[in-house]
């Protein structure tokens, strides 16, 4: 049981070059989602799915695209990177049951950066 | 709009001094909630969440927490820090406004100095 998965680990990229970062997990969860790390802004919800085939919007989804083609993968796509989305980016997954009592888990994250 | 607010940005303590970070919320409605933690160039690990039941929570290394729900807080302690402890600290609350997402602080980098 490998839990929430994600690759590269690190990343640089030139200003609108686009790439794919990659987030697996193996615990069969409905819910996934993706979130970046910016000093001093904790960690900011970008898109999130509650299921394959359904996604929406976070906070800041400006610059990025997800598809939910299985339950276990959650892809988040920059289509032309910029500076401003240099940040550390993190997948998480929990089960979707009718209560909130579910505990998400977190991947290790990719660091990015753009120039 | 619903936000989690930290405001201890950077605490530095000496070790065995006590700790509290505050975490305050502002959604009126039912949260559960969490603190993780974040040692250097790792990921996110869970200390404690509260659900429901007693507003003391305990969790893994010594931390506990208690939620106020009168006063929208759920801060964070431990009686008697280590160096290890040298870590950001994130509070985050999970609200029923259907997102299904937390809503992070802006986090608390801890010090802890031998």
């Known amino acids: 049981n490998a839990g929430v998965t994600q690759t590269p680990k690190f990343q640089v990229l030139k200003t609108g070059q686009s790439m794919t970062l990659q987030c697996a997990q193996d615990m069969n969860h409905e819910y996934m989602s993706w979130y970046r790390q910016d000093p001093g802004m904790g960690l900011r919800l970008i898109h999130y799915s509650v299921g394959a085939g359904i996604t929406d919007q976070g906070e800041v989804p400006n610059g990025y695209n997800v598809s939910r083609s299985t339950t276990e993968d959650f892809p988040l796509r920059l289509l032309s990177a910029a500076p401003s989305q240099t940040s550390v980016y993190f997948c998480a997954s929990s089960l979707l049951g009718a209560s909130l009592n579910v505990e998400q888990y977190f991947g290790p994250g990719t660091r990015l950066t753009v120039t | 709009a619903q936000s989690v607010s930290q405001h201890n940005h950077h605490v530095i303590l000496s070790e065995a001094a006590s700790l509290e970070l505050g975490c305050n919320y502002s959604?009126?409605?039912?949260?559960?909630l969490f603190w993780y933690v974040q040692y250097p160039g790792q990921h996110l690990q869970l200390l404690l969440k509260?659900?429901?039941?007693?507003?003391l929570v305990k969790g893994i290394k010594g931390f506990e927490a208690e939620f106020i729900k009168s006063k929208f807080s759920f801060n964070l302690r431990k009686p008697s820090v280590q160096w290890s402890d040298t870590a950001e600290y994130f509070c985050?609350?999970?609200?029923?406004?259907?997102?299904?997402?937390?809503?992070f602080g802006s986090g608390t980098r801890l010090q802890v100095q031998p």
């Open positions: 959604y009126g409605g039912t949260v559960n």
């Open positions: 985050a609350v999970l609200m029923d406004t259907g997102r299904r997402a937390l809503t």
């Open positions: 509260y659900f429901s039941g007693d507003p």
